[in-house]
T-cell receptor, first 112, second 114 residues
Framework: EDKVVQSPLSLVVHEGDTVTLNCSYE??????LLWYKQEKKAPTFLFML????IEKKSGRLSSILDKKELFSILNITATQTGDSAVYLC????????????FGTGTRLQVTL | EPEVTQTPSHQVTQMGQEVILHCVPI?????FYWYRQILGQKVEFLVS????????KSEIFDDQFSVERPDGSNFTLKIRSTKLEDSAMYFC????????????FGAGSRLTVL
């Protein structure tokens, strides 16, 4: 059975801090690792990683995949209160349809 | 930006009643999905749908559940006889093709079964 594990489960930081969120995965016929941000409702897409060692970056957020260790991290630098959310990691396998297996998420709270 | 639209945003029903959740996927997308998230738990895959048939379904998606694409734009999830444990947020999602793992999610339909 496919499995995605995230840590920590929750995190409280001060504005301006840098955080690292962790994700390990075991996905049959692995194709991609995705990060989503979930605020009140729908998960919104952040990154998709398919190649090991290549960092994806968007503003203060960046992510990297290690396919050998079956691991990914999401970094957020200079955190802001608007970064407060649940960050979801999901593994996608190859196949006829794009089924994703999600982790339980990391709840990040950024305080002033 | 194109989006996946879901209705209703919240539905309250009595145990044993049938519910239908509605979704309008992004217009040029070909693959459609339903996921659910029980309060405080992880997002779980229910079913994927392509070319008017189910591509894959999870163990959660038992005989009480069905999906349908009744016309060119709508994609529905029906729960025939709701149980208390069906209370959850149900997310519809779509992708343009099978090679794209990036799902675009709708805002969700919260189902409360009393």
């Amino acid at each position: 059975e496919d499995k995605v594990v995230q840590s920590p489960l929750s995190l409280v930081v001060h504005e301006g801090d840098t955080v690292t969120l962790n994700c390990s995965y075991e996905v049959t016929n692995f194709r991609s690792l995705l990060w989503y941000k979930q605020e009140k409702k729908a998960p919104t897409f952040l990154f998709m990683l398919t190649s090991s060692g290549i960092e994806k970056k968007s503003g203060r957020l960046s992510s990297i995949l290690d396919k050998k260790e079956l691991f990914s991290i999401l970094n957020i630098t200079a955190t802001q209160t608007g970064d407060s959310a649940v960050y979801l990691c999901a593994g996608g396998g190859a196949g006829t349809a794009s089924k994703l297996t999600f982790g339980t998420g990391t709840r990040l709270q950024v305080t002033l | 930006e194109p989006e996946v639209t879901q209705t209703p945003s919240h539905q309250v029903t009595q145990m044993g009643q049938e519910v239908i959740l509605h979704c309008v996927p992004i217009s040029n997308h070909l693959y459609f999905y339903w996921y659910r998230q029980i309060l405080g738990q992880k997002v779980e895959f229910l079913v994927s749908f392509y070319n008017n048939e189910i591509s894959e379904k999870s163990e959660i998606f038992d005989d009480q559940f069905s999906v349908e694409r009744p016309d060119g734009s709508n994609f529905t999830l029906k729960i025939r006889s709701t149980k208390l444990e069906d209370s959850a947020m149900y997310f519809c999602a779509s992708t343009p093709n099978s090679g794209a793992n990036v799902l675009t999610f709708g805002a969700g339909s919260r189902l409360t079964v009393l």
